[in-house]
């Protein structure tokens, strides 16, 4: 384990201290705590505030201001939530009553039609709605998944939240060894599961259109998928009004091509498929982090 710091060990603390409140609450109570706690972080992370306006303001012309407002407002409320049923993520129970009522789940033939290939698979998804509940969703339909994930700087919530997401059978795969892992993984014929939407720096990415501006994005699953002709199939979760969750996949996706532009066309297509996505409710995204990013890099950008 990394070396661990007396801030460190205050955050865990925290974390702990809060996952004890949130877990004696019914289900609803706790995410209504988590609803509030994400209106005040507003006022309390100002700069995240700033950044997620900003995000939504550039990509989002056609909304106007005090549309901006109230879907930021609900974007903060949205990740309040996430946070709190991430603390709580364990305690859902395969077939268990209520738990019955809360994921419903379309499109799972598409999945099965890609794993019938043998090949392994690639889940295409994005930080929207609650990601993380794929690893309970798709395992209630048998399907284990592996997933790519950024470690957290802090070790000891790092092994809190991998153990949390392991729960249902998921194995966690550090992006920090990146195409090595996703490779293996997918030669044992596994499903992986690949969060597309994040900032990566060259080389390993290139500039694709996201939501009308160059945003950089690793080519590593286009690669990947055009090399060894793994099927990608797209999966998405949205947050419901009552916080029941939709889950669906879209059919498979066999990517062809060779050579930098087929990369580079690929890479959009899949981006194109979660900005899609993400229009189905913009509140639901994760516009509080640095996904655009200007650099003065000789990197073929899409036209759209």
Known sequence: MASVSLKHRLEYIAVVAAAAVVRRLPRQKALALGKA???????????????????????????????IETNIRKNFEH???????????DMFQSGAGVEEEIFHSEGMPFLEEALALDRGVLLLSAHLGFWE??????????????IVAKPLKNPLT???????????GAEILSSRKGARRILQSLKSKHVVGILLDQHISPPGSVAVNFFGRPA?????????????????????????????????AEP??????????AVVENTQYLTDIIETAIRKDV????????????KKQKKKVMSQ
Request: hydrophobic share 45%; proline share 4%; charged share 25%.
């Open 158 to 168: 790092e092994r809190y939240f991998s153990e949390l997401r392991k729960n249902f």
């Open 252 to 261: 498979m996706l066999l990517l062809s091509g060779e050579g930098e532009d």
């Open 133 to 146: 509940v794929g690893s309970f969703a798709l395992a209630e339909h048998d399907v284990q998944v592996d």
């Open 283 to 294: 509140s639901q995204w994760f516009w509080m982090h640095k996904r655009w990013r200007e």
């Open 37 to 67: 706690l994400g209106r005040v972080s507003m006022k309390v992370l100002p700069s995240r505030y700033r950044l997620a306006k900003d995000n939504m303001i550039a990509a989002l012309p056609e909304l106007s201001a005090a549309e």
């Open 79 to 89: 990740i309040g939530i996430c946070g709190v049923e991430m603390l709580r993520f």
């Open 216 to 248: 950089f994005t690793t080519t590593a699953v286009a690669n990947m998928a055009m090399k060894l002709q793994v099927p990608v199939v797209p999966v998405f979760c949205l947050r419901q009004p009552d916080n029941s969750y939709h889950t669906w």
